[in-house]
């Protein structure tokens, strides 16, 4: 469409609006609106989709707010290429897929391009409920009653991405006749609301890496159709960090050769020609099994002899669903190849199956009730074998959970040193002072062995450095603080402390996520109070739903007697941490 305007003073704008009737569709889907902005004497050009073979109602007015009056002369033409398929799904289990394209109005130029940018994840409710409304504002004549259905949705962001979610229901616009509200809510991981919409909004919403809970809200006079929907769905599409472009082919053969291509040309007017897909060479990480992949595809180009873009604005609709992945392959040991394995005999394999079971089972014995088995499948699997670094490590951990370690903190020390006097710190020390040959695979094996006892005795060293922090604290904040014996204690603490934080610095970094909350305290410690709130700060930005993070800066701030910001904080804490979901 050509709008070609005469003189006049200023500015003006024009309204575009086009309907079409499509069985199906609704005027919002089949139509376009479309502001235009004219100066003086000049041409615009405007282009828009159309169905074929359909009536079209076009119109045009001046703006409500644009004074004056405006002559325009308006041109139409129709133009375009008609695919087989206008909405075209890839099988992913076929190398090529093939579209017949042909050009009904005119010649036209042939330039296939085509890509997916989204990724659509379907995700199932975690909880279903509903309820009869019986507020005023929800009564029927008649006394009818309304009822409401209430679904709940998880899910995981494993990094910052936009993310548009769309419930099945609120998908399909031929079921809002029907239902009421189609409401959905988004709260991040401590409650609090960050976006809405509803039926047909499509709204985008930019999302952090964490977890969100997303809640519907749909109301039905009928209670047994609100029941059916107790498995729907909800539609989560996540726009791709990288767009997945396609290939297209003249020759199928060309996908297996890998030569050819497709040459762009013109297509006569009443003409038709064949375009090959290929099948996507490689996948977006994102997407898993089972996804679908959602994008556009347009077959025209751009012509500089035609007003307009020469092709389908925004594309005819594109989707693959993404194929089972492929096992991968078990690497062959590295120790074998050079050095072969003592053979260990059926009895031993055995019984280090046994043990090994033993040692599983121990992990899920940690609770208060469940002492006494703990210590007695513990002390069985020690006495047949002494010092099995699993099992001590299986102590501290659940010495070290978090509801009860502030109980026996020197239980806890106690456990992390026997955890700590197991591990060879001299082999670690010859292994990791060497640079690793990426090419020698017994080397590697060698190192992944022994990474696992570093972690151990890193997270062994971190677990006690706390838990002399919290004796420290104890002790100060006690009734006997200001007794001789006490502080005795507390300068023995220190030097612990100390001596410890030194050794965990050989092998780690203090300031990792990790250890850095150990770090903060050796700062505060040390008197350096306004450096251990810069390391929280930042702490905070990494993990801002950690209720105990937040409380920590609200101390640290009363240590500073920073008054105006400790009060600002504790304030923020209800914003930040509502106590349940906003309602709908």
Same mark, same amino acid.
């Given at each position: 469409?050509?709008?070609?305007?005469?003189?006049?003073?200023?500015?003006?704008?024009?309204?575009?609006?086009?309907?079409?009737?499509?069985?199906?569709?609704?005027?919002?889907?089949?139509?376009?609106?479309?502001?235009?902005?004219?100066?003086?004497?000049?041409?615009?050009?405007?282009?828009?989709?159309?169905?074929?073979?359909?009536?079209?109602?076009?119109?045009?007015?001046?703006?409500?707010?644009?004074?004056?009056?405006?002559?325009?002369?308006?041109?139409?033409?129709?133009?375009?290429?008609?695919?087989?398929?206008?909405?075209?799904?890839?099988?992913?289990?076929?190398?090529?897929?093939?579209?017949?394209?042909?050009?009904?109005?005119?010649?036209?130029?042939?330039?296939?391009?085509?890509?997916?940018?989204?990724?659509?994840?379907?995700?199932?409710?975690?909880?279903?409920?509903?309820?009869?409304?019986?507020?005023?504002?929800?009564?029927?004549?008649?006394?009818?009653?309304?009822?409401?259905?209430?679904?709940?949705?998880?899910?995981?962001?494993?990094?910052?991405?936009?993310?548009?979610?769309?419930?099945?229901?609120?998908?399909?616009?031929?079921?809002?006749?029907?239902?009421?509200?189609?409401?959905?809510?988004?709260?991040?991981?401590?409650?609090?609301?960050?976006?809405?919409?509803?039926?047909?909004?499509?709204?985008?919403?930019?999302?952090?890496?964490?977890?969100?809970?997303?809640?519907?809200?749909?109301?039905?006079?009928?209670?047994?159709?609100?029941?059916?929907?107790?498995?729907?769905?909800?539609?989560?599409?996540?726009?791709?960090?990288?767009?997945?472009?396609?290939?297209?082919?003249?020759?199928?053969?060309?996908?297996?050769?890998?030569?050819?291509?497709?040459?762009?040309?013109?297509?006569?007017?009443?003409?038709?020609?064949?375009?090959?897909?290929?099948?996507?060479?490689?996948?977006?990480?994102?997407?898993?099994?089972?996804?679908?992949?959602?994008?556009?595809?347009?077959?025209?180009?751009?012509?500089?002899?035609?007003?307009?873009?020469?092709?389908?604005?925004?594309?005819?609709?594109?989707?693959?669903?993404?194929?089972?992945?492929?096992?991968?392959?078990?690497?062959?040991?590295?120790?074998?190849?050079?050095?072969?394995?003592?053979?260990?005999?059926?009895?031993?394999? !055995? *019984?280090?199956? =046994?043990? /090994?079971?033993?040692?599983?089972? %121990? #992990?899920? $014995?940690?609770?208060?009730? @469940?002492?006494? &088995?703990?210590?007695? !499948? *513990?002390?069985? =699997?020690? /006495?047949?074998?002494?010092?099995? %670094? #699993?099992? $001590?490590?299986?102590?501290? @951990?659940?010495? &070290?959970?978090?509801?009860?370690?502030?109980?026996?903190? /020197?239980?806890?020390?106690?456990?992390?040193?026997?955890?700590?006097?197991q591990v060879d710190t001299e082999t670690l020390a010859k292994h990791y002072g060497v640079k690793l040959n990426p090419d020698d695979e017994e080397a590697k094996a060698e190192r992944a062995k022994l990474d696992k006892k570093l972690n151990t005795l890193t997270d062994a060293l971190y677990r006690k450095g706390r838990a002399l922090g919290?004796?420290?604290?104890?002790?100060?904040?006690?009734?006997?603080?200001?007794?001789?014996?006490?502080?005795?204690?507390?300068?023995?603490?220190?030097?612990?402390?100390?001596?410890?934080?030194?050794?965990?610095?050989?092998?780690?970094?203090?300031?990792?996520?990790?250890?850095?909350?150990?770090?903060?305290?050796?700062?505060?410690?040390?008197?350096?109070?306004?450096?251990?709130?810069?390391l929280l700060n930042e702490k905070i930005g990494r993990s801002p739903h950690d209720r105990k993070l937040q409380k920590k800066r609200i101390r640290l701030l009363g240590e500073l007697n920073w008054d105006e910001w400790k009060a600002h904080e504790e304030t923020w804490q209800i914003r930040r941490f509502p106590a349940k979901y906003q309602?709908?």
């Open positions: 469409m050509v709008f070609r305007t005469g003189e006049m003073d200023g500015t003006r704008r024009i309204v575009m609006h086009t309907v079409q009737e499509v069985p199906g569709q609704s005027f919002s889907e089949s139509g376009t609106r479309q502001y235009i902005t004219v100066h003086g004497q000049g041409t615009q050009v405007q282009s828009f989709s159309v169905t074929g073979g359909r009536t079209i109602e076009l119109a045009i007015a001046q703006y409500w707010s644009s004074l004056g009056q405006t002559e325009v002369q308006v041109d139409i033409t129709f133009h375009g290429i008609n695919p087989d398929s206008r909405s075209l799904h890839l099988d992913a289990s076929r190398l090529v897929t093939q579209v017949d394209v042909n050009a009904p109005l005119g010649n036209e130029s042939v330039s296939p391009s085509g890509s997916f940018t989204i990724v659509r994840k379907a995700i199932s409710p975690k909880d279903f409920k509903t309820r009869p409304l019986s507020d005023a504002r929800d009564s029927l004549p008649g006394n009818r009653t309304i009822y409401e259905a209430e679904l709940t949705y998880s899910f995981s962001l494993s990094k910052k991405t936009s993310v548009t979610p769309q419930p099945a229901l609120a998908l399909e616009d031929q079921f809002h006749e029907s239902w009421e509200s189609l409401i959905w809510m988004l709260y991040d991981k401590s409650k609090r609301f960050v976006a809405s919409g509803s039926s047909g909004s499509r709204s985008t919403t930019s999302l952090a890496k964490g977890d969100y809970t997303l809640k519907f809200h749909v109301r039905n006079h009928v209670l047994k159709d609100l029941k059916k929907l107790k498995d729907m769905p909800l539609n989560l599409d996540l726009k791709l960090a990288k767009p997945v472009s396609l290939k297209f082919q003249a020759d199928p053969d060309n996908v297996l050769t890998g030569g050819g291509g497709f040459r762009s040309g013109t297509l006569a007017k009443g003409g038709q020609r064949r375009i090959y897909i290929e099948r996507p060479s490689s996948l977006p990480s994102e997407a898993a099994a089972g996804d679908l992949l959602i994008g556009s595809i347009t077959y025209g180009q751009g012509n500089s002899n035609l007003l307009g873009p020469g092709k389908k604005p925004d594309g005819f609709p594109l989707s693959m669903r993404i194929p089972p992945t492929k096992s991968a392959k078990t690497k062959p040991s590295a120790a074998g190849s050079s050095k072969k394995k003592e053979e260990k005999s059926e009895a031993e394999k !055995l *019984a280090e199956a =046994i043990r /090994d079971l033993k040692v599983g089972r %121990l #992990a899920k $014995l940690h609770g208060d009730k @469940k002492t006494e &088995d703990f210590d007695r !499948l *513990a002390k069985e =699997i020690l /006495d047949a074998n002494p010092n099995h %670094l #699993a099992v $001590l490590i299986e102590q501290l @951990k659940r010495l &070290d959970g978090e509801a009860n370690r502030k109980k026996h903190l /020197d239980k806890v020390i106690a456990a992390a040193d026997t955890v700590i006097a919290y004796l420290d604290t104890q002790l100060r904040e006690g009734e006997n603080a200001d007794s001789d014996e006490t502080k005795k204690r507390l300068k023995e603490i220190n030097k612990q402390f100390e001596a410890n934080f030194a050794e965990l610095q050989k092998w780690a970094a203090t300031a990792e996520d990790k250890f850095v909350l150990l770090h903060i305290r050796r700062e505060n410690r040390q008197g350096r109070t306004a450096t251990a709130l810069k309602p709908f």
